[in-house]
Each structure stands twice: as structure tokens, then as C-alpha cells.
């Protein structure tokens, strides 16, 4: 059997929820790769956006910032922030692909703060422009790390919002009709939306994975239907793109 | 129910305030601005400015008139953060920033977070009102058309929201609710471009981020420029003008720079000086050492670029060619 590392399994699993032909908007580090991969594997024609302004660029080796050159490479426009967003905004946006320090059962995520606002324990980069693309972009991938910390009930500052309090919540709030979470990715398991409550629920865990390790380290009510699956391994075609993407081992290696 | 940010509105201008700074302070004369970088800062930036940086935080930005602003002392900058990365750690370690509009700061992205931002914020030693990418960079588009406000969708029901100076607004057609940006009317602008002609042209190379409006909506616009070009350069090819000259209060010759950052189609990412910066900022007396050496003991942008050395300048343009 073939091994890799949990980081490299988030990207596969993550790069499987991406669907061929569609407009994805991309946030730094693993969303990166992840799209990368989807490219080079199942979903040649995905196209990516930058949020600095790149339409549909041909990335040749992993950017170090979603706004550096190598995001820009062979791309179909150079636009801008208000050209990509924009774009958004009139909803030709599918899927928005971020990272988060926190995120909570409605799909909420915190990039933010820890601790109070105005006298922080830790502060985080902010917004850039994930609020955005998660207000509206149509399906909004979230990728985090897995424990009751990083997944609490709820998160203690809303940077980018989820399904926010529950249904019509984002309707109510002014959101876009429509839009919202649709999967997040951590390194234990994939996880959707249920329909109705808007609660975060399990897909999938991933191999070696127990629901019950799942529970124990998620810090909220975790929806577990009857039907949970074992997510797949990465296969050794899908492992030899990624150190194609990322021959340094920058993200994967972390 | 219509809510409020209860963030404070940094930078704050009617429309006909923007008309009226147009009608009074800009010049329409196709006049000659080259200028040096000390001349420009002591001529436009002051203690207190609202300062907005072209680029995208470590790509595209004008370090030589950061290093001159951290150089000249210059205090409680207001800064516009949007994706402020490198700029902006740069100035806060040189001890010139009291506040920011913040969309992205304090980190550098697959980097990791900067220790420098993050003590300053920590410390309370400075203010964070919160903003997105799209929403300073609407308020800027706001400030270039010449309107008070852009309405928007983004940012609604979110706490970015609630510590931003937005506020909730009715669609006046449809009823539906919207968020409605302030424009942003930066007191001054450093934009870095590829080509420049002595009246203020620019031409940029790559993605704009929002430049082209910025150049529009600030009072006061400091360009530095890879190349001086004649201006048969853009009267050939008129396309190519990104921000026309009548934006432009000052252009400065400036080949490299934007480094140690990334120069689309020039040159890229300087990682190891990036990376002995990031090293630097865990202390503040290791940071004090690398102010000392990269800034105050050298008189201009060129002295630095000697230390840096043509061996790296050289590399770092192989780097961005994929060669």
C-alpha cells in the first residue's frame, strides 16, 4: 500500500469535490494545490480565478501568493480585485475554495481574531478576500484542521459567513439567494450541509478514521446519518502530481 | 432593520469634496514630474496621512518610498490594507502606523503570519477596522467615480461587518438589502508601474489589483517606475496607458523597485531576504539590526540595491522567467 501524508489525502479528497468546467475562486495554500490537482487529474478544464485578477491562468509551479506572477501565467485576462469580484457578484462564481482558522457547525468561518477584537490574543490575517468569494460564490468548499478548537460550535468572530445562525439566515442577512457552505475538508473527514437545518454533517470518513474519533474531536453536534463512507486514499498517479505542484514540499510538506 | 458597523470611518469624503480637491489641486498641464523619492515624501507624505500602496502587498510595491518613509520617521500613518503583506510589516516595524483598514495583513500568505504585525496589533499599538478585498477596493472605485457610496452584496451578515464603517441600505427599486461602502479617498498613493513617462503616464504589467482606480481616487499619487520611457510610448499605443498623467502628482525612476518582493514579467520573489526579515521580526531588537542595516545606514534605494548585489538582482530575473 501506497503511503502518504494527511495533508496529502486533504488535497485529494478536496480536489474530488471540484467539478470539471466550472469557475472556482481561489484562496492561499491548500486551496491552491487542491485546485491544481483537479486540474491535473479529473477537471483539465476547471477554471480558476485569482482574487488579485487572474482569469483562467495555466499555473506552471506552485504561486507563493495568490497575486505573484506564476497566478498570472498564460491567464485569459489580467483583470483586477473589483474584476474578480464582480464577476462574483453577477454569479458566474461556482465554487469559492478557502482555509480557515475556525470553523463552526453553520459553515461560518473565522480568519480573523482569537479573543476579543479590539485586544486580540492572536490575530489572524483577516478577510482578504475570502468574505467575498464566500458571500458570492454559488458553493463555498472550506478547508480546516480537525479538533474541538479549530471546529467549535461558534466561532468567536464571523469573518467569512456560513449558513450564519441556520436557515434563511444569509436571505435574511441580504446574501445572495442560493449560496452557501457546501463541503469542508479537514484531516479526518469530509463533511456536508444538511438541507434542512443547515448543520454540518459527515460524508465521509477518511481510511483509518472512526466516526467516533470524528465526534470525540469535533466541538459541536456533528450530524451522523446512517450512510457514512471511507474516503479514498490517494492513488499513486494523484501523489505524483502533487509533488509535481509542489516538488518543494512548501504546503504539502507541512 | 438596517445595522451599522460600529468600525471607524478612517478616511471620510463627500462627493463634492472629491470634485472640488479635482478642480483646485490637480494639474492639467502636461509638465514635467520627475522628482527624486525624498523630495516626494517630504513634499506629500506627513505625520498622520491616510497612505494607500499599489500592488498586492509583496508584489508590485514601491519600496523605495517605503524605505524613505520609514528613513524620514514619518508617524501615525493611517494605512489602506488591502492584501498588505511586506509594505505594511515594513512600515510597522519602522514604528510609522497607528491604523489600518484591514482586509489582509499581518501575514504573508503560504509564508506564514508575521510576528511584527501581530505584536503591533497585540499590543494594542494598533487599530484594526475591518474591511474585505472587494469593499476597499468599491470604496476606491466609489472615490474614482466621483460618488459617496457604492452599494454592494458582499460582507452582509458577517462580524467583518459589524467592526467595518458599512452600513445596511434598501435597494431603492427592489427592496432588497444591500451593504453600502463609503468611498475611500486616500490622501496619498505610492503605486509602483513598468513604464512611466515624465508627465505621469503608466503603463502596468500583469494583474492591476485595483491601481488604475486608486490612481483616480487619491489626492496625491507618487509613482516609481522600472523604466522611463519617452512618451511616444503611450502616443503610439494609447491602449496601453493604464492611469493617465493628469492622476499623477510625482513619477521617480526605480528599476528593481519592488524588492524583495515579486515584479510581474521583471523579476521575482526575493524568499531568502524574506525570510531573514520574517527571522528578524520575532524580536524586536533583530529588527531594529535590519532596519539599520537595509534602511537607516543607507542614503537611497540604489545603495541598496548594492548590497543586495547584481549576482541576486540577476538570479531573481532568471527566477521569474522559469529559467
Redesign the interface.
Known amino acids: 500500500m501506497t503511503s502518504y501524508t494527511s495533508i496529502e489525502l486533504m488535497a485529494t479528497v478536496a480536489s474530488h469535490q471540484l467539478e470539471d468546467g466550472k469557475i472556482v475562486g481561489v484562496g492561499?495554500?491548500l486551496p491552491m494545490i487542491a485546485s491544481l490537482l483537479a486540474q491535473k487529474t479529473h477537471a483539465p478544464k476547471l477554471i480558476i480565478f485569482f482574487?488579485?485578477?487572474?482569469m483562467a491562468p495555466q499555473v506552471?509551479?506552485l504561486?507563493?501568493?495568490?497575486?505573484?506572477?506564476r497566478c498570472?501565467h498564460k491567464a485569459v485576462a489580467?483583470?483586477?480585485?473589483?474584476g474578480i469580484?464582480e464577476t462574483g457578484?453577477r454569479g458566474m462564481i461556482d465554487y469559492a475554495f478557502l482555509g480557515g482558522a475556525e470553523v463552526d457547525m453553520y459553515g461560518n468561518i473565522n480568519s480573523?481574531v482569537i479573543g476579543g477584537?479590539d485586544?486580540?490574543?492572536?490575530?489572524?490575517?483577516?478577510?482578504?478576500?475570502?468574505?467575498?468569494f464566500g458571500?458570492?460564490s454559488w458553493r463555498t468548499i472550506i478547508i480546516a484542521m480537525h479538533n474541538k478548537a479549530k471546529l467549535p460550535e461558534r466561532v468567536s468572530?464571523?469573518?467569512?459567513?456560513g449558513y450564519?445562525d441556520g436557515p434563511g439566515?444569509?436571505e435574511?442577512?441580504?446574501?445572495?439567494r442560493g449560496t452557501g457552505p457546501f463541503r469542508v475538508i479537514t484531516n479526518l473527514a469530509l463533511m456536508g450541509f444538511d438541507e434542512e437545518t443547515c448543520r454540518m454533517k459527515l460524508i465521509s470518513v477518511h481510511p483509518g478514521v472512526t466516526v467516533d474519533q470524528v465526534r470525540e474531536n469535533t466541538g459541536f453536534d456533528l450530524i451522523i446519518p446512517d450512510d457514512v463512507t471511507i474516503s479514498p486514499a490517494p492513488t499513486d498517479e494523484e501523489l505524483a502530481r502533487l509533488k509535481d505542484i509542489d516538488p518543494d514540499g512548501?504546503?504539502i510538506g507541512k | 432593520m438596517f445595522e451599522e458597523g460600529k468600525g471607524e470611518l478612517l478616511s471620510s469624503c463627500t462627493a463634492d469634496e472629491i470634485r472640488d480637491w479635482n478642480r483646485n489641486n490637480k494639474d492639467r498641464g502636461l509638465v514635467d514630474k520627475m522628482t527624486t523619492v525624498r523630495s516626494a515624501v517630504e513634499k506629500y507624505v506627513k505625520d498622520g496621512t491616510y497612505l494607500a500602496i499599489g500592488g498586492f502587498g509583496h508584489i508590485r510595491i514601491s519600496m523605495p518610498l517605503i524605505y524613505e518613509i520609514v528613513r524620514h520617521r514619518i508617524k501615525h500613518l493611517q494605512i489602506s490594507g488591502h492584501t498588505a503583506v511586506h509594505d505594511l510589516d515594513v512600515l510597522i516595524a519602522g514604528d510609522c502606523v497607528d491604523a489600518v483598514d484591514v482586509a489582509y495583513a499581518f501575514a504573508y500568505e503560504t509564508r506564514g503570519l508575521s510576528r511584527n504585525g501581530r505584536r503591533a496589533v497585540e499590543s494594542g499599538k494598533i487599530k484594526c477596522v475591518e474591511w474585505t478585498n472587494a469593499s476597499l477596493s468599491w470604496r476606491i472605485k466609489a472615490a474614482a467615480m466621483g460618488l459617496p457610496f457604492l452599494p454592494a452584496r458582499n460582507l452582509l451578515g458577517s462580524d467583518t461587518f459589524r467592526y467595518s464603517a458599512a452600513k445596511e441600505m434598501e435597494c431603492p427599486f427592489t427592496g432588497q438589502k444591500l451593504v453600502a461602502l463609503p468611498a475611500l479617498m486616500p490622501d496619498v498613493s505610492i503605486i509602483h508601474v513598468h513604464y512611466a513617462d515624465k508627465y505621469g503616464n503608466c503603463s502596468i504589467r500583469g494583474t492591476t489589483v485595483k491601481d488604475d482606480d486608486l490612481a483616480k481616487a487619491s489626492k496625491r499619487v507618487i509613482v516609481t517606475a522600472e523604466r522611463i520611457v519617452p512618451d511616444t510610448f503611450f502616443r503610439n499605443d494609447p491602449e496601453r496607458t493604464t492611469i493617465p498623467y493628469f492622476c499623477v502628482d510625482a513619477v521617480i525612476e526605480a528599476p528593481h523597485g519592488s524588492h524583495p518582493g515579486n515584479m510581474p514579467h521583471e523579476y521575482y520573489f526575493d524568499e531568502e531576504h524574506i525570510r531573514d526579515y520574517l527571522k528578524a521580526g520575532a524580536d524586536d531588537g533583530s529588527l531594529k539590526d535590519y532596519l539599520d542595516k537595509w534602511v537607516y545606514s543607507v542614503n537611497d534605494f540604489d545603495e541598496y540595491l548594492d548590497l543586495v548585489g547584481t549576482k541576486k538582482l540577476n538570479e531573481l530575473r532568471r527566477l521569474e522567467e522559469l529559467r
Open positions: 492561499t495554500g482574487e488579485a485578477g487572474s506552471p509551479t504561486p507563493i501568493s495568490v497575486g505573484d506572477s498570472a489580467a483583470t483586477g480585485l473589483a469580484m457578484q480573523t477584537h485586544s486580540p490574543k492572536v490575530r489572524l490575517p483577516g478577510s482578504g478576500g475570502a468574505n467575498d458571500s458570492l468572530f464571523i469573518t467569512t459567513p450564519i439566515a444569509r435574511e442577512a441580504g446574501l445572495p512548501i504546503i
